[in-house]
């Protein structure tokens, strides 16, 4: 999404490599889900909001949902959280296979409020 593009490109190279590499993973990890811009972020949208991403100073920001921070409280004990965040210093490597587990976690998540709703 072109959008996405731009939003990346505007940061220097080095934050630019990590939000390609997690834009790539969550696309990876949520095959069917379609990339958007909500929020003033890049968003991956599968039968709702699965997760959003975004840079800042010192951190990239992570978006999944409060639910899914409750579910990977152990894992998440690193880094810094709030309800509905995750902030992954730029100092530091990103925890792409949590990454990972976390989206797919969301995208099992809305499958079933899918279903529910059908």
Do not use: C, W
Request: glycine content about 2%; cysteine-free.
């Amino acid at each position: 999404m072109k959008e996405i593009d731009r939003y990346i490109e505007q940061f220097p190279k080095p934050v630019r490599v990590l939000l390609k590499k997690l834009r790539e993973v969550i696309s990876n990890a949520a095959p069917e889900s379609i990339e958007t811009f909500k929020y003033r972020m890049p968003t991956f949208y599968f039968h709702g909001n699965l997760v959003h991403f975004a840079a800042y100073k010192n951190h990239i920001g992570f978006y999944p949902a409060p639910s899914a921070i409750v579910a990977f409280k152990k894992e998440l004990a690193l880094y810094v959280t709030s309800k509905g965040a995750i902030q992954f210093p730029l100092d530091k490597p990103i925890p792409y296979e949590l990454v990972t587990k976390i989206v797919r976690f969301r995208v099992a998540e809305n499958s079933i409020k899918a279903e529910i709703k059908k």
